[in-house]
């Protein structure tokens, strides 16, 4: 007679079990067998999502998500807890916050428990929001929730969130075509906020990244549209060169919030 001691690993496997154990004997009749060792494993802690899309957001327009965590042991575990949330050091990124908006109790009975189980279950609301100084783009990162239980138990879901601009911009690109020497051109550009905030500019800029011509931009006070301006390019009546590339950025400056950048370029002949 012989002890066998088994040990299986099961990771973040869920559900039934089976296990094949070889066992070698030096009992000739019966070299080798073969143990079936048969499980049923359940987490302590299961949330309702594997990944968290929040979609597009925006500083004016949040987003929220309802997710659930069921706590099956919570004898062991008795709490769930956040924080931090996000642990990128990644400056002006959205921020992620929860808050748990109820935790019930209630009675589990299956086939795979020896005895009726009480099962916690947490509803809990995620809302992801950006920042005046949040750059547009595609964000993501692991939201992680953490126990009270001495097990040290976490939970780890992936996220992804899309931020814009509060702001629209028409053109999004400002394109004045070919200039000549001594020739002006002009454009017309609108801002307008995406929700319904109302628009007020406080102020614009151009910027030149490269080309000699002169650009100015006038609001234009009496329009319907206070995001309104006319964008003028200038080059001045110089002996004649080869043609080159002009551009920069208008950039609008609403009150509360972040700068609106609107690229702007040109051939200048």
């Known amino acids: 007679e012989a002890e066998i001691s088994v040990e299986i690993a099961l990771l973040d496997a869920d559900g039934s079990q ?5 066992i070698r004997t030096n009992d000739p009749n019966q070299p080798t067998s073969t143990l079936v060792v048969q499980a049923y494993h359940q987490r302590s802690l299961i949330p309702s999502v594997d990944t968290i899309d929040f979609g597009v957001i925006s500083p004016a327009l949040p987003v929220s998500k309802r997710i659930t965590i069921e706590n099956y042991w919570p004898s062991r575990i008795p709490a769930i807890e956040f924080g931090p949330i996000d642990e990128s050091s990644e400056s002006n990124r ?23 189980q ?7 609301n995620l809302q992801a929001q950006a920042f005046d100084l949040t750059p547009s783009g595609v964000y993501s990162g692991t939201l992680s929730f ?3 239980s001495t097990e040290s138990k976490e939970i780890q879901i992936p996220y992804r969130v899309t931020v814009q601009s509060d702001y629209l911009r028409t053109p999004e690109h400002v394109s004045f075509g ?15 906020t995406r929700s319904e905030r109302p628009l007020r500019v406080i102020g614009q800029d151009i910027e030149y ?3 000699e011509c002169a ?8 329009s319907d549209e206070p995001g309104s301006f006319l964008l003028s390019l200038s080059v001045p009546d110089t002996e004649a060169a ?28």
């Open 146 to 148: 953490h126990t009270q």
């Open 209 to 211: 990244e490269s080309g």
């Open 94 to 116: 959205p921020g992620i916050t929860a808050m748990i908006i109820s935790r019930e109790a209630t009675d589990l009975d299956g086939s795979h428990l020896t005895q009726s």
């Open 215 to 222: 650009v100015a931009a006038q609001r234009l006070e009496n």
């Open 18 to 22: 089976v296990q094949m154990v070889d």
């Open 242 to 269: 080869n043609a080159r590339l002009a551009q920069g950025l208008l950039i609008v400056h609403p009150e509360g919030g972040s700068r609106v950048e609107i690229p702007w370029s040109a051939i200048v002949k």
């Open 178 to 192: 070919v200039v000549h020497a001594g020739e002006t051109k002009e454009r017309s550009v609108v801002v307008r």
């Open 118 to 124: 009480s099962v916690e279950i947490y509803d809990i």
